[in-house]
Nanobody
Framework: QVQLVESGGGLVQAGGSLRLSCAAS??????MGWFRQAPGKEREFVAV????????TYADSVKGRFTISRDNAKKTVYLQMNSLKPEDTALYYC??????????????????WGLGTQVTVSS
């Protein structure tokens, strides 16, 4: 069984930055991703990183502003968010793929999820 715990969310002004962390415990998670869900909207993909960190993919809406990284020794994945916009306001979830393979962007491809951390960007 794996447990994913997100942290680092908060309230920030537009143009500001936050760094989210996701600490994993239990079985190995291979590709790790971040998703977000705003009130009244579906959960959407934000970013994903492969097991070794060499491959990453971002949603078009965050490209150039967000950076995903991981430290396997610490079993932690990070999401550095810069130039935040009010439309980035959402509950951010960390998710892990329990099988080794290509990185994927669909939520159904992920086996484990954290409870989320709230990010609120004021204008």
């Amino acid at each position: 069984q794996v447990q994913l715990v997100e942290s680092g969310g908060g309230l920030v002004q537009a143009g500001g930055s936050l760094r989210l962390s996701c600490a994993a415990s239990g079985v190995t998670m291979y590709a790790m991703g971040w998703f977000r869900q705003a009130p009244g909207k579906e959960r959407e993909f934000v970013a994903v990183i492969s097991w070794g960190g060499a491959a990453t993919t971002y949603a078009d809406s965050v490209k150039g502003r967000f950076t995903i990284s991981r430290d396997n020794a610490k079993k932690t994945v990070y999401l550095q968010m810069n130039s935040l916009k009010p439309e980035d306001t959402a509950l951010y979830y960390c998710a892990g793929q329990g099988r080794f393979g290509p990185i994927r962007v669909g939520p159904l491809d992920y086996d484990s999820w954290g409870l989320g951390t709230q990010v609120t960007v004021s204008s």
